[in-house]
Antibody, heavy 121, light 106 residues
Framework: HLKESGPGLVKPLETLSLTCSVS??????????WGWIRQPPGKELEWIGN???????YYNPALKSRVTLSVDTSKNEFSLTLNSVTAADTAVYFC???????????????WGQGTLVTVSS | IQMTQSPSSLSASIGDKVTVTCRAS??????LSWYQHRPGTAPKLLIY???TLKAGVPSRFNGSGSGTDFTLTISALRPEDSATYFC?????????FGGGTKLEIK
């Protein structure tokens, strides 16, 4: 239902850009945010941030200065840009749908299969 | 909120029962979910709210716990259960994950 796309290789200090296409449903659903997660090789998963269909973002404070999330409801997709990348940004990047409803539990009920992005010259 | 998951790996035989644990650095109520991830595929939600099985997930999967300590139990192991399992806390807006448990089926 979710599929990531974008370059698999980015040069140091350049910008990483990925898009997640949402199929089999509208991106403008209530109680769902759209997010990005990454996993560097051999390391734990890290939440990058999420965005609502109206464009409201929430960023991991650790990455906030370099991350921008956007959403295009006409294309049913959302995007991630990460500036000034270094080798430490090499990771598998996943997109996911976050279920968030007041008074209910918060979890990721749909994921993409992930895409490896390598930062190297 | 830090999530500490153990063990990092385990090996078990078909038909066995295994338990994976996640401990939160502070109370998260029951806002804990479990996922199964096979390499190259999309992670799958198994359990949310600590113990609610997602529709379609076999009842061999069981989640329990509240506060800071949570467990995922997989009974009657099958070959297709070979995967990495991880937990996720949704209590904080800043989601954090457990380190993952790689399950090998002997």
């Amino acid at each position: 239902h979710l599929k990531e796309s974008g370059p698999g290789l980015v040069k140091p200090l350049e910008t990483l850009s990925l898009t997640c296409s949402v199929s089999n449903g509208s991106i403008s659903t209530d109680n769902h945010f759209w997010g990005w997660i990454r996993q560097p090789p051999g390391k734990e998963l890290e939440w990058i941030g999420n965005i609502y269909s109206d464009g409201r973002p929430y960023y991991n404070p650790a990455l906030k200065s370099r991350v921008t999330l956007s959403v295009d409801t006409s294309k049913n997709e959302f995007s991630l840009t990460l500036n000034s990348v270094t080798a430490a940004d090499t990771a598998v990047y996943f997109c996911a749908r976050r279920h968030m409803m007041p008074g209910s539990y918060d979890f990721l009920d749909q994921w993409g299969q992930g895409t490896l992005v390598t930062v190297s010259s | 909120i830090q999530m500490t998951q153990s063990p990092s790996s385990l090996s078990a035989s078909i038909g066995d029962k295994v338990t994976v644990t996640c401990r939160a650095s502070q109370s998260i109520g029951r806002d804990l979910s479990w996922y199964q991830h096979r390499p190259g595929t999309a992670p799958k939600l198994l359990i949310y709210g600590a113990s609610t099985l997602k529709a379609g997930v076999p009842s061999r999967f069981n989640g329990s716990g509240s506060g800071t300590d949570f467990t995922l139990t997989i009974s009657a192991l099958r070959p297709e259960d070979s995967a990495t399992y991880f937990c996720l806390q949704g209590y904080s807006n800043l989601l954090t994950f457990g380190g993952g448990t790689k399950l090998e089926i002997k």
